[in-house]
C-alpha cells in the first residue's frame, strides 16, 4: 500500500512517500481502508523525534494520528463493526499511520463515523475532539454556568473545544488574532482576546477552568486569571508527575517529568489553584459521543484546507507554519 514514512527522525525532508506493507489485522482489530486523514502538530513532534522517550517507536514508521475510511476486514473477535462500516478513529498512540491507504486499529478504539459529515469532514475530527473532550469533560468537569478560557481558538483543539464548552452551557473566553474574532464568535465563544495587542490577563478573572494549548509565558500567566480552586489543563506541557505514573515510564523519565513541571505546579499550589497535564488518548466510547453531538448540530469541523494524498508533506508543511485555522486534511481514497 501507499504511505508516507520515516526511516529516521528529523525535519520536513526524512518524510518519503512509499510502498508500505498491508498492516496485520489481531483479533480485536478492525481493517480500515482509509479515504481520509489529518494532519496534527503532533505529527511534526513525532518526525522530529521529540516524542522518542514517550513513544519509542520501531523505525521505519508510517505518520498520521487521525482518519475516517470503511472496514474492509474484522478480527475473529470484533463484535461492533462490520465490513461495509463507516468509521473514524484516533489510533491508539503506539499503532499510528494514517497516511496510508490502510490501518489495522483496535476496536474499542474505532467509532462509526458521524452520519452528517463527509470522509474529509469526518477525518478532521477524531483527536482534537478526544483532546477537546478529555480536557474539558473527563479532566476539567466543566458545567453550565462556569468560565472556561481556552487558548489559541482558531488551532485544531480550540476550534472544537469552544464548541464543546459552549455546549456544556460555559462562558467561554479564547485567544486569537483579531481577524478571527468573528468566526470565533459564531463557533460559540463569548469574549476573544486579540492575543497579539491585548494581554488576557488583564481582562479576565474568576475563570474556572484554563485549557492551555501554549505552555511557557502563555500558561504561566494563566494562572492568574483563575479562582482559587480553579484549574489550567495543558496539553503543550510541561508533563507532570501523574502522567508519568499513568504511562508507566522508568524511574528517570519520571523524574525529568516531575522536574520540568515543578515550576508551574508550585505557582500554582501557592495561587490556590491546579495544574494538570494532559496527553489525549485513543478512546471510541467518547468517539461515539461525540459523534452524537456532532449529528445534533452542537459540534462542526472547521476545516482550513483538504491536500490530496500526492501533497501529504505540503500538507504537514502548511501545519508547521503554525497558521492553519481549524484543521488540515488529507484526501487518501
Ligand atoms: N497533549 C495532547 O494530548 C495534545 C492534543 C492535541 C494538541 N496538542 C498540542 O496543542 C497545541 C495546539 O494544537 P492544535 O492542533 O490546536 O494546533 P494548530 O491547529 O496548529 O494551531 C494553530 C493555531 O494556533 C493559533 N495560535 C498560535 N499561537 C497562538 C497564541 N500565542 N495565542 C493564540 N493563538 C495562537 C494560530 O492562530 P493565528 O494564526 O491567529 O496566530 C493558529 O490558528 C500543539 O502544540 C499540539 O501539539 C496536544
Redo the contacts with the bound molecule.
Keep these: 500500500m501507499k504511505a508516507y514514512i520515516i526511516d529516521r527522525y528529523g525535519k520536513a525532508d526524512v518524510v518519503r512517500a512509499g510502498e508500505a506493507a498491508q498492516p496485520e489485522l489481531r483479533a480485536d482489530d478492525v481493517l480500515v481502508r482509509i479515504h481520509a486523514a489529518s494532519v496534527?502538530?503532533?505529527d511534526l513532534?513525532i518526525r522530529d523525534g521529540e516524542f522518542k522517550l514517550l513513544l519509542p517507536y520501531r523505525l521505519p514508521l508510517i505518520l498520521g494520528n487521525d482518519m475516517a475510511g470503511v472496514v474492509v476486514r474484522v478480527g475473529a473477535a470484533v463484535r461492533r463493526f462490520n465490513v461495509g462500516d463507516e468509521v473514524y478513529a484516533r489510533p491508539d498512540d503506539d499503532r499510528i499511520g494514517t497516511f496510508a491507504e490502510f490501518i489495522a486499529i483496535k476496536e474499542e478504539s474505532l467509532a462509526l463515523k458521524p452520519r452528517t459529515l463527509t470522509m474529509e469532514q469526518a477525518a478532521a475530527m477524531p483527536?482534537?475532539a478526544l483532546?477537546a473532550w478529555q480536557a474539558l469533560v473527563e479532566k476539567g468537569q466543566l458545567k453550565q454556568g462556569q468560565k472556561v478560557l481556552i487558548?489559541?481558538?482558531?488551532?485544531?483543539?480550540?476550534t472544537v473545544a469552544i464548541q464543546l464548552a459552549r455546549h456544556l452551557g460555559a462562558t467561554v473566553a479564547t485567544?486569537?488574532?483579531a481577524a478571527?474574532a468573528a468566526m470565533l464568535k459564531q463557533l460559540g465563544a463569548d469574549i476573544v482576546i486579540d492575543?497579539k495587542q491585548d494581554d488576557f490577563a488583564l481582562r479576565l478573572r474568576d475563570y474556572d477552568l484554563v485549557l492551555d494549548?501554549?505552555g511557557g509565558a502563555?500558561l504561566k500567566k494563566s494562572l492568574s486569571v483563575l479562582k482559587p480552586g480553579g484549574k489550567v489543563i495543558g496539553?503543550?506541557g510541561p508533563p507532570d508527575p501523574d502522567f508519568a505514573k499513568a504511562r508507566g515510564v522508568n524511574a528517570l523519565v519520571a523524574l525529568v517529568m516531575r522536574m520540568l513541571s515543578y515550576g508551574i505546579r508550585s505557582k500554582a499550589r501557592a495561587a490556590g489553584v491546579s495544574y494538570s497535564f494532559?496527553?489525549?488518548r485513543a478512546s471510541g466510547e467518547q468517539l461515539r459521543q461525540i459523534a452524537e453531538l456532532i449529528d445534533a448540530g452542537a459540534i462542526r469541523p472547521v476545516i482550513d484546507r483538504v491536500f490530496p494524498f500526492e501533497q501529504a508533506r505540503e500538507a504537514l508543511a502548511y501545519?508547521e507554519t503554525?497558521?492553519?485555522?481549524g484543521?488540515v486534511v488529507i484526501k487518501v481514497g
Excluded: D, E, F
Excluded at 151 to 158: E, L, Q, R, W, Y
Excluded at 322 to 325: D, H
Design positions: 496534527n502538530p503532533l513532534k483527536l482534537v483532546t487558548h489559541a481558538g482558531t488551532g485544531g483543539v480550540g485567544t486569537a488574532s478571527n492575543y494549548s501554549q502563555t496539553i503543550a494532559l496527553y489525549m501545519v503554525g497558521r492553519s485555522k484543521k
